[in-house]
């Protein structure tokens, strides 16, 4: 049997984040793409800071080669990543994290994010929006 590996101890949200209850929360979050496949106006909220997301594929966590490196303890080398699909979906993945994502109150190894999800890693809570509602 493999080992499971070992919660960080911040995953506390996992049992209920308190934040938005039930599934959908608004409309699919879905952004023009340049023919690359990057998305135009993705933004990427946090702790009242946005941060462009100008990669088809963003890579989160805490280790130097993340496309976006965020030094907290709770999250994993490499925690999880957002995408886009071919009609602009805007999409995280759970890259085999030690604590887990959760979309709202919801643990999900790949989900489709919607208008006012909120996406919590470790300890960290962020939100992706379009450049207007990002207030940049």
């Known amino acids: 049997m493999a080992d499971e590996p070992s919660c960080c101890g ?3 949200h996992l049992a209920g984040v308190g934040g938005r209850e039930g599934g959908e929360t608004g409309p699919a979050l879905r ?8 998305p135009k106006h993705a933004w990427l909220v946090l702790a009242g800071e946005a941060v462009a997301l100008e990669r088809a594929v963003t890579v989160i966590g805490r280790a130097p080669g993340c496309d976006l490196v965020i030094h907290d303890p ?3 080398r490499r925690t999880c990543s957002l995408s886009f699909d071919s009609e602009g979906h805007c999409i995280v993945t759970d890259l085999d994290s030690a604590c887990g994502v959760v979309v709202n109150d919801r643990k999900i190894t790949r989900a489709g994010l919607h208008a006012g999800d909120r996406v919590y890693v470790g300890s960290v809570v962020f939100e992706v929006k379009s450049r207007d509602e990002a207030d940049v």
């Open 10 to 12: 911040a995953c506390a």
């Open 31 to 38: 952004f023009a793409l340049d023919q690359d496949g990057r």
């Open 74 to 76: 709770t999250l994993s």
